[in-house]
Structure formats: C-alpha cells, structure tokens
C-alpha cells in the first residue's frame, strides 16, 4: 500500500465511523442535531479524501473535472435550496426525492462500470453480481421513490391505482430481470442484458409502488430508502470502496429496523403493504362510493367550542393530517397558550403515523414552539382521556377511528387514540369524508360528539377569536 | 474467492450487524428525522461518481458520470440540511409558555 492509499483508507474508515457514531446520537433528542453534524463531518472527509486521490492519480481528463463539478454544483444547489424552502409538511415528499436520486446514481454508477469494464471482456464474478444487484436495486428505488413522491405530493393520485393486467406486467417485469441476471453474469461481455435490467428494474419500481395507498407511502418510502442503502453498498463492491460498503450497509439495515417499526406503529405488515390495494387515498372532500354516511350528527359553531374551552379544565389536542395540509400549526399553538395562559390543562395527543410520517407532527409542533412536554404519544395520551373534558380533534379521522378496535374492517387492530372516552368531543373537518382508510368513523356520530365543518386554519381562527371573548 | 472480495464481504456484513443493532428501538418522535438523517449517509455514493469521472473518457460516460455526480450530490446535500432543519427544531431554548417571547429563529 502507497502512503497515499494508507490515509485514504484510514480516513475511509474514520468517515465510516461518524456515520455509525452519529446514527447512533440520532436516537435521542437532546443529541440527534450533533449526531447529524458528525454524520456530516464524515461525509466531508470522505469528499475530500476522494477529491485528494483522483487529483493524485491524475487520469481524469479535462472534460471530466467540467462534468464532474457542474453536476455536483447544480446537484448541491438544487438539493440545497429544496431543503431550505421545503415547508415542514411537505418534508415526506423531499425525502422521496433525495432518496431517489441516491439510488439513481448508484445504479448510474454499476451502469457505468458494467459499460466500462465488462463490455469485450469476460468478468468474475466477484464483479458482474454486485454490478447486477446495484443496476437492479437502484433502478427499483429510482422509479418506485418518483412514483411515492407524486403520490405525497398530489401528484399522482393518492389512491391505489391498479390496471388489468399490471400483475402480470410486474410478473414479467421480474422474469425479465432474472433472465437479464443470468445472461450478465453467464455472458458479461453484452451491452443488452444491462439495459434489459435496468428498463425491467425501473417498470417494477413504478408497478410496486403504483398500487400501495398514499397512508403507507412512509413505509414505502423507509422501505425504499432501505433498498438504496443497499444499492449503495453493492456500488461499493463495484468500485472496492470500503466506505460505501460500510455505510450503504448500516443504511439497508437501519433502514429495515425502521421500516418494521413504522410498519408496527399502523399495525400492518410490511408485505401486507407491499402487496398494496388497501385504502381509498386522500379523499379530498368527496365521500367514498359505497360508505354510509352517518345522519345523526351534531354540528356546532365556532362560539360554542370556545365556550366549551373556556370552561374545561382538561383539554386535549388530536392534530392530524387535516392540521398539517392546512399548515394550520400556528393557530394551534396560539389557541393552546391562549388556553394555558388562562390556566387551562392542555396536551397534545399524538398519534404515531399523525400528519404523514411516524414522527411528522411532533417536527410540525415543534416548529411553533410547542413545549416538548405537552406532547403526549399514545400510550400516555390514552391514559389521559378518562380525564379529558374537551378533546379538540382537528383534521385528524382514522386514528381516532373506535371500529379499529373491532373485527372485519380495513383499519381493525390498528392502535388509535381513545378520544371517544373524554367527556366530550369536537372534530374540526372539512365533510363527513372518510380518511385514508376508506372508513366511516362512528366517533362522529356519538352523544358527545360535535362537528364544526370548517378548513383547521379558518376554523382555529374563529375559535380562538370565540374564546377570547369568554375568557375576558 | 478472492482475498478483497472476502474483506468486503466481510465488511458488508458486519456492517449489517451494527446497523440493526444501532438502530434497536426508535421514539416515534426521531423517525422521521432518523430516516431523513439515513437517507443523507446512502448519499456517499457521492464518492463513487468522483471515482467514475475520473475513469470516463468518452460522451458516453461523460453524460453517464454528470448524471451520477449530480444525483448524488442532490441526495447528499439536500439530506443533511433538511435533516438539521428538522432537528433544529428540537433544540431550541424550551420557552415557558407563559413568557411572551416568540423564539422563532427562521
């Protein structure tokens, strides 16, 4: 080994171990910020280090460095500015995104050195199955994470979308690439079975992640994110890079902790989700054909729930995805000190998959400043409703649905919040749409329940202005 | 097999091994963070297209090493900072609610 060569492993290694370090900071709140930094610190080294070795080398050819650092500068700049812009709820979307860039240069990467290497030469294959798996891999992350990026974006509809036939496209999206797999490594000098893969790869990702419902787009998302950790990891391989190996590695498998952790939050299971078809998406105002819509509702007006507040000594916020699309978090927490500030118990009981990925809501409140300890997650928060005298739901419908504690329906045994167990109840909606799931809510319906139809953002504004009034 | 296919292979799994066990049990508030922050550290494939561009030396690979390099450098640069934003917001001075201060920082 060269001097140079030494560092440079040595720096490799010493970058792959802030990776590991700072993950493991990212665990708790008080230190994930610095964990992130150190992430950080060891991906610069390991930029830098890189930098250093293909300067000491010297065969990259004038046109190279150009292209080379136009698309690392319009990639900083693009990605940079995104992240900077990006409203905090539509965080989940941007995620997707960068994560489908990530496994679409890796897979840019095994195309590149399959296309280098192997075309007129025979190949081990020690090298043709890593370049196999990382083209595959990175072709399904690419597509599938666009196709969830529309999906959380608007984009592309919500809904599970499935065409006759597309089982059997995907059937044979797979058969094609086994065939293209054994064709590369059997004969790895041909141009064809590459692209046979990659086209085969890019049509699965699109087929997998089309027909899965815009509620389980997070787990997708993780899942994905996963699959490009790998990718990464088998790019690696290709190019013997240790700290690609390393920290593609700790990515799959972080990646798949968390996937089954989100998954676990909804109660489903990750090929449950996989196979997809469950739900009716982000039924914006429209009720699902079919569902009864409950008659016996009570409505009520922006004044009475502001009595209701001024006079509870218990309340309990149940944000939601409705509070999130509306961006409607600063009303929220001005209405909850509004309350506090006259002397009024208030929490926030959050649900673990509330706003639109496990974690969302407390980023959302936490960007307003909402005390840390207000927010309660559901275990605590379901102790706590017996106790509740007013629970103000706000754009929030199937974790607080009680059928899911019943048997036969789309969301049973899903863990919710026993809202329906406070004294009394206040939704805060748009219409009576079903939420993601597809079910009507008999939470709806009960005694103690009233509904104020109304946008969270507009309809906190005239509580706020109504309580005010009765606690002068 | 090789002796650095092995060392990689070796490396590739134990890597694995660390990465379920630093990641056991998750507060669902860091999640999304968490997997934001995950998504930044798959964008050292970023060191992989300096190592293409160096070797490319015709149209092709040229188009093939900008695509790879840009990507990458997306995936990267946007994943950390929209990571730190996010966790910025856990750490910030807890203000008691009844101070009047609003410490909205950005």
Same mark, same amino acid.
């Given at each position: 080994?060269?001097?140079?060569?030494?560092?440079?492993?040595?720096?490799?290694?010493?970058?792959?171990?802030?990776?590991?370090?700072?993950? !493991?900071?990212?665990?708790? =709140?008080?230190?994930?910020?610095?964990?992130?930094?150190?992430?950080?610190?060891?991906?610069?080294?390991? $930029?830098?280090?890189?930098?250093?070795?293909?300067?000491?080398?010297?065969?990259?050819?004038?046109?190279?460095?150009? $292209?080379? /650092?136009?698309?690392?500068?319009?990639?900083?700049?693009?990605?940079?500015?995104?992240?900077?812009?990006?409203?905090?709820?539509?965080?989940?979307?941007?995620?997707?995104?960068?994560?489908?860039?990530?496994?679409?240069?890796?897979?840019?990467?095994?195309?590149?050195?399959?296309? !280098? #290497?192997?075309?007129?030469?025979?190949?081990?294959?020690?090298?043709?199955? @890593? &370049?196999?798996?990382?083209?595959?891999?990175?072709?399904?992350?690419?597509?599938?994470?666009?196709?969830?990026?529309?999906?959380?974006?608007? !984009?592309? @509809?919500?809904?599970?979308?499935?065409?006759?036939?597309?089982?059997?496209?995907?059937?044979?999206? &797979?058969?094609?690439?086994?065939?293209?797999?054994?064709?590369?490594?059997? /004969? =790895?000098?041909?141009?064809? @079975?590459?692209?046979? %893969?990659?086209?085969?790869?890019?049509? /699965?990702?699109?087929?997998?992640?089309?027909?899965?419902?815009? %509620?389980?787009?997070?787990? $997708?998302?993780?899942?994905?994110?996963?699959?490009?950790?790998?990718?990464?990891?088998?790019?690696?391989?290709?190019?013997?890079?240790?700290?690609?190996?390393? %920290?593609?590695?700790?990515?799959?498998?972080?990646?798949?902790?968390?996937?089954?952790?989100?998954?676990?939050?909804?109660?489903?299971?990750?090929?449950?989700?996989?196979?997809?078809?469950?739900?009716?998406?982000?039924?914006?105002?429209?009720?699902?054909?079919?569902?009864?819509?409950?008659?016996?509702?009570?409505?009520?007006? @922006?004044?009475?729930?502001?009595?209701?507040?001024?006079?509870? !000594?218990?309340?309990?916020?149940?944000?939601?995805?409705?509070?999130?699309?509306?961006?409607?978090?600063? #009303?929220?927490? #001005?209405?909850?000190?509004?309350?506090?500030?006259?002397?009024?118990? $208030?929490?926030?009981?959050?649900?673990?998959?509330?706003?639109?990925?496990?974690?969302?809501?407390?980023?959302?409140?936490?960007?307003?400043?909402?005390?840390?300890?207000?927010?309660?997650?559901?275990?605590?928060?379901?102790?706590?409703?017996?106790?509740?005298?007013?629970?103000?739901?706000?754009?929030?419908?199937?974790?607080?649905?009680?059928?899911?504690?019943?048997?036969?329906?789309?969301?049973?045994?899903?863990?919710?919040?026993?809202?329906?167990?406070?004294?009394?109840?206040?939704?805060?909606?748009?219409?009576?749409?079903?939420?993601?799931?597809?079910?009507?809510?008999?939470?709806?319906?009960?005694?103690?329940?009233?509904?104020?139809?109304?946008?969270?953002?507009?309809?906190?504004?005239?509580?706020?202005?109504?309580?005010?009034?009765?606690?002068? | 097999?090789?002796?650095?296919?092995?060392?990689?292979?070796?490396?590739?799994?134990?890597?694995?091994?660390?990465?379920?066990?630093?990641?056991?049990?998750?507060?669902?508030?860091?999640?999304?963070?968490?997997?934001?922050?995950?998504?930044?550290?798959?964008?050292?494939?970023?060191?992989?297209?300096?190592?293409?561009?160096?070797?490319?030396?015709?149209?092709?690979?040229?188009?093939?090493?900008?695509?790879?390099?840009?990507?990458?450098?997306?995936?990267?640069?946007?994943?950390?900072?929209?990571?730190?934003?996010?966790?910025?917001?856990?750490?910030?001075?807890?203000?008691?609610?009844?101070?009047?201060?609003?410490?909205?920082?950005?």
């Amino acid at each position: 080994m060269s001097i140079l060569k030494t560092i440079a492993s040595l720096i490799y290694l010493l970058s792959a171990v802030c990776y590991v370090i700072g993950v !493991h900071m990212m665990r708790s =709140p008080k230190t994930a910020r610095n964990g992130n930094l150190l992430s950080g610190l060891g991906m610069a080294m390991a $930029v830098v280090m890189i930098l250093v070795e293909i300067i000491a080398k010297g065969q990259i050819t004038l046109i190279g460095w150009t $292209v080379l /650092f136009a698309g690392l500068l319009i990639g900083i700049l693009y990605g940079v500015i995104r992240a900077r812009k990006v409203s905090m709820t539509d965080v989940p979307q941007l995620v997707s995104l960068f994560n489908a860039v990530g496994g679409g240069a890796a897979a840019t990467i095994g195309i590149f050195d399959y296309t !280098h #290497e192997a075309v007129g030469t025979s190949l081990s294959l020690a090298f043709s199955i @890593p &370049v196999l798996l990382d083209i595959i891999i990175g072709g399904i992350t690419f597509s599938g994470s666009l196709i969830a990026t529309g999906k959380l974006s608007g !984009h592309v @509809p919500g809904k599970p979308i499935s065409f006759p036939g597309d089982k059997l496209i995907n059937g044979l999206a &797979v058969l094609a690439i086994i065939v293209a797999g054994v064709w590369m490594i059997g /004969f =790895p000098s041909a141009y064809w @079975p590459m692209v046979l %893969a990659l086209f085969a790869s890019l049509i /699965f990702g699109l087929l997998m992640t089309l027909p899965i419902g815009g %509620a389980d787009m997070p787990v $997708v998302v993780s899942l994905l994110n996963a699959f490009t950790g790998l990718a990464v990891a088998f790019a690696g391989f290709v190019i013997d890079n240790q700290v690609l190996i390393i %920290a593609g590695a700790l990515v799959g498998a972080a990646g798949t902790i968390l996937t089954l952790q989100m998954a676990e939050a909804m109660n489903r299971s990750v090929a449950n989700i996989i196979a997809g078809g469950f739900g009716s998406g982000d039924s914006n105002g429209s009720t699902g054909a079919g569902a009864e819509v409950p008659t016996n509702i009570k409505k009520t007006t @922006p004044d009475d729930v502001g009595m209701q507040l001024a006079y509870a !000594h218990n309340v309990m916020i149940v944000p939601g995805y409705g509070l999130a699309a509306a961006q409607a978090q600063h #009303e929220v927490a #001005e209405l909850a000190k509004l309350l506090t500030d006259a002397g009024i118990n $208030v929490n926030y009981a959050i649900h673990p998959v509330a706003g639109r990925m496990p974690g969302h809501m407390n980023v959302l409140l936490a960007d307003v400043n909402v005390p840390y300890d207000q927010m309660k997650q559901l275990d605590e928060a379901n102790s706590m409703f017996e106790n509740t005298d007013v629970s103000l739901v706000i754009g929030a419908n199937d974790v607080t649905n009680p059928l899911a504690r019943e048997k036969g329906n789309a969301i049973s045994g899903m863990p919710i919040l026993d809202v329906d167990k406070s004294k009394s109840v206040v939704v805060i909606k748009r219409s009576m749409s079903t939420g993601y799931a597809g079910v009507q809510n008999p939470l709806f319906s009960e005694d103690q329940t009233s509904m104020m139809f109304s946008d969270a953002k507009k309809g906190l504004q005239e509580i706020i202005a109504a309580t005010k009034g009765y606690l002068d | 097999m090789s002796q650095e296919l092995y060392t990689n292979l070796a490396i590739f799994v134990l890597s694995l091994l660390v990465g379920f066990e630093v990641m056991s049990k998750i507060p669902s508030t860091l999640q999304t963070p968490m997997m934001s922050g995950a998504n930044a550290i798959h964008g050292v494939v970023v060191v992989g297209a300096f190592v293409i561009a160096a070797e490319a030396s015709s149209w092709y690979f040229y188009v093939l090493a900008f695509l790879a390099a840009f990507f990458a450098a997306v995936n990267v640069a946007g994943g950390y900072t929209v990571t730190d934003r996010m966790l910025g917001m856990f750490n910030r001075p807890k203000k008691q609610p009844d101070s009047a201060d609003k410490g909205g920082d950005k």
